[in-house]
């Protein structure tokens, strides 16, 4: 459920026409709902009556007027860089409702984290312990542990984007990972509170979700045994949402059978929701530029892959929307940008509304993981972020300019 809807034959967000927004700040753009990201956050947050944290996860969606948006409604953030604390800072998210997770946290990230008093680090490997228990001896503090444990469970999604496979990069084999507890409570500088996991992204289904807890249950059950109490449940992100003809589990249905699992479980809840919350509350707007047959119709659009790469990354599907519903019917075309690579495409062999160079074309459901991918790719500035909220429109993040493009380069 979102608030991208027509009135008239004519695309609105909320209360005001996506036209007027064209008009005024130019082609392409993001934009985003306020009460979309307001309802699917609460609809996610308060299917959850147990005691837990919503830790939006911050690389699907960071601009800092909608982290800011979620801190006010109670929740954290889920960090994969200093960076994105940063962000998060500058957005006053509590840095008490924060998670550090990435394989690849450096000394410097490290410092900024425990720096800024955040709930833990969501450690991924051996060495990593080992440095953090490092950096935070120099710093003479503590440093708030919980480790990624990996439960090599599938998640029926996307190769690129699981994560809980043996054969996947992230986190430790969870049949390994006492050894690790052990270690780490051994620490002098290191605080033990929490087990993490996440599986993957986009999944569509419940049962890898359980599958995964149920793995890590039987885990702290022995790492209670072994003396190590456990505050901490982080069970990561994943939730997946509806692009085409996907029908994942409802926020409610997810919360139910993860309450199910938790019984006897004495932990605080972390969920690191990330595309569920963003992903139908944002859309691309893009402007026809050209149409043109060569083996195929191919309808050239302002917007490429450096400003939403999922198509070409993962070949995602998005529906692509009039903003103008002439009532032409639709036709199958490619749909592509202006970028000099053939991989440069929104849509393949998809059928789209009928249009001609000028039409505005809205690329549905790219809130998440679609601004925060983009990149200069082709010295192309990244577009303009566009919040609505009601009758009212802000530029929550302005057009990059040439300028911009070049800024920190020098000529020796
Ligand atoms: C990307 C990521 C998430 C969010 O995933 P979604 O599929 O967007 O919900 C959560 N936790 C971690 C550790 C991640 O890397």
């Not at 970028?339 to 998809?350: K, M, N, P, S, V």
Request: glycine share 10%; hydrophobic share 40%; charged share 20%.
């Amino acid at each position: 459920m979102h608030h991208f809807e027509y009135k008239n034959k004519e695309l609105y967000c909320e209360s005001v026409p996506v036209r007027d927004i064209a008009a005024k700040v130019g082609t392409p753009f993001y934009l985003y709902s306020t009460a979309t990201l307001n309802r699917h956050f609460r609809a996610f947050d308060e299917a959850f009556t147990m005691p837990h944290i919503t830790c939006f996860a911050t690389k699907a969606c960071s601009n800092i007027a909608i982290l800011n948006l979620f801190a006010g409604l109670g929740g954290g953030a889920d960090i994969v860089s200093g960076g994105e604390l940063f962000r998060a800072l500058k957005a006053e998210v509590d840095p008490r409702k924060i998670v550090y997770s990435g394989v690849g946290k450096t000394v410097d990230e490290m410092r900024f984290g425990l720096k800024s008093g955040i709930l833990m680090f969501n450690v991924e490997s051996e060495q990593e312990l080992f440095t953090l228990q490092k950096v935070a001896e120099e710093m003479n503090v503590s440093a708030p542990v919980s480790f990624r444990v990996n439960p090599d469970v599938d998640p029926k999604t996307h190769a690129y984007i699981s994560t809980g496979l043996a054969q996947n990069k992230f986190g430790i084999p969870i049949q390994g990972a006492l050894g690790i507890y052990t270690a780490a409570q051994k620490m002098a500088h290191i605080d033990v509170i929490g087990v993490s996991c996440h599986i993957g992204s986009q999944l569509t289904q419940i049962s890898p979700f359980v599958e995964s807890l149920q793995k890590v249950k039987i885990f702290i059950g022995r790492l209670e045994e072994a003396g190590i109490h456990i505050s901490y449940l982080d069970i990561g992100g994943g939730l997946g949402i509806r692009y085409d003809a996907e029908d994942p589990p409802l926020p409610a249905a997810y919360a139910e059978a993860i309450k199910n699992e938790m019984e006897g479980l004495d932990c605080i809840l972390i969920l690191e929701p990330g595309r569920v919350i963003v992903g139908n509350a944002g859309i691309l707007v893009t402007k026809v530029l050209y149409t043109k047959k060569g083996g195929k119709k191919f309808v050239i659009v302002d917007a490429g892959m450096n400003d939403l790469a999922r198509p070409s990354l993962y070949d995602a599907y998005h529906a692509i929307r009039p903003v103008i519903d002439t009532e032409e019917g639709n036709e199958v075309v490619d749909v592509v940008g202006p970028i000099c690579e053939t991989g440069d495409f929104l849509a393949r062999d998809q059928e789209v509304p009928i249009c001609e160079s000028g039409d505005l074309l809205a690329i549905m459901s790219s809130g998440a993981y679609g601004f925060t991918m983009s990149s200069n790719y082709n010295s192309r500035p990244r577009v303009p972020e566009i919040l609505v909220d009601g009758d009212t429109f802000y530029v929550i993040r302005k057009r990059e300019t040439n300028e911009d493009l070049i800024a920190g380069e020098t000529i020796p």
